[in-house]
C-alpha cells in the first residue's frame, strides 16, 4: 500500500525557514517523480514544486522560485522541501504526491498534509 | 501556463448532467488532468491524459478535449460527487491547476 507521510509543518514568523519531509512507503520511490502541492486556507490547490527521479530535472511555482528548494533522497525514501524567507501567503496544508507510472504531472497519491502557518 | 476552469462554482440536482471547462493559456496536446477534492480530504485523480479513466472511477465520469480546450462532464450526478473539481496541466513544469469548481446542490 502507497504511504506518503508529511511532517515539519508548524507555526513560523515571517522571514523564517522551515524544512517539511515526506516519507514514503509502498512503492519502489526512486521509480518516480515527486511534487509538493499547497492549499491555502479556503482556497484551491497549487502546485509548489517537483523533482525527477533522480534530481536532475525540477521545478518550481513562480510564487516560491528562489526561496523554496526541493530535494530528495531515494536512499531514505523521503522528500524534502525546504522553505526560506517565508510571509504569510505561504501559509498553507502542504501535500506530498506521488504521480502515476509514465505519467509524471499526474498525481494518483497523496499524503494527507502538514499545514504552514506563517504568523507574528 | 494559466489555466482557467468555468464556471468556478454551480448548483445542481441529483441526476443533473454537468459539464465543467478547463482552458489552458497555450497547447498542453492531452496533458490534462481531473481531481475532486471532498471537504476536508486529499484531492483524487479522476481522469488524466484528457480522457482516461481512473481505476475504481464512476463511468459517469467522463473527460474530453486536447490541445487548450478541455471538459469534465458527469453524466448524471449523484450525491456523493458534490464536491471541487479542479483540472491541471501535466505537459511540463509548472504543473498548474485551474481555480477550481464547486460542485454544490441545488
Known amino acids: 500500500e502507497v504511504q506518503l507521510v508529511e511532517s515539519g509543518g508548524g507555526l513560523v514568523q515571517p522571514g523564517r525557514s522551515l524544512r517539511l519531509s515526506c516519507a514514503a512507503s509502498g512503492f519502489i520511490f526512486d521509480d518516480y517523480a515527486m511534487h509538493w502541492v499547497r492549499q491555502a486556507p479556503g482556497k484551491g490547490l497549487e502546485w509548489v514544486s517537483g523533482?525527477?527521479?533522480?534530481?536532475?530535472?525540477?521545478g518550481y511555482a513562480d510564487s516560491v522560485k528562489g526561496r523554496f528548494i526541493i530535494s530528495r533522497d531515494n536512499a531514505k525514501s523521503s522528500l524534502y522541501l525546504q522553505m526560506n524567507s517565508l510571509t504569510t501567503d505561504d501559509t498553507a496544508l502542504y501535500y506530498c504526491?506521488?504521480?502515476?507510472?509514465?505519467?509524471?504531472?499526474?498525481?494518483?497519491?497523496w499524503g494527507q498534509g502538514t499545514l504552514v502557518t506563517v504568523s507574528s | 501556463i494559466q489555466m482557467t476552469q468555468s464556471p468556478s462554482s454551480l448548483s445542481a440536482s441529483v441526476g443533473d448532467r454537468v459539464t465543467i471547462t478547463c482552458r489552458a493559456s497555450q497547447s498542453i496536446s492531452i496533458y490534462l488532468n481531473w481531481y475532486q477534492q471532498k471537504s476536508g480530504k486529499a484531492p483524487k485523480l479522476l481522469i488524466n491524459?484528457?480522457?482516461t479513466l481512473q481505476s475504481g472511477v464512476p463511468s459517469r465520469f467522463s473527460g474530453s478535449g486536447s490541445g487548450t480546450h478541455f471538459t469534465l462532464t458527469i453524466s448524471s450526478l449523484q450525491p456523493e460527487d458534490f464536491a471541487t473539481y479542479y483540472c491541471q496541466a501535466s505537459y511540463r513544469n509548472p504543473y498548474t491547476f485551474g481555480q477550481g469548481t464547486k460542485v454544490d446542490i441545488k
Open positions: 523533482i525527477s527521479w533522480n534530481s536532475q530535472d525540477i
Open positions: 491524459a484528457a480522457s
Open positions: 504526491a506521488k504521480p502515476k507510472t509514465l505519467a509524471p504531472g499526474s498525481l494518483d497519491y
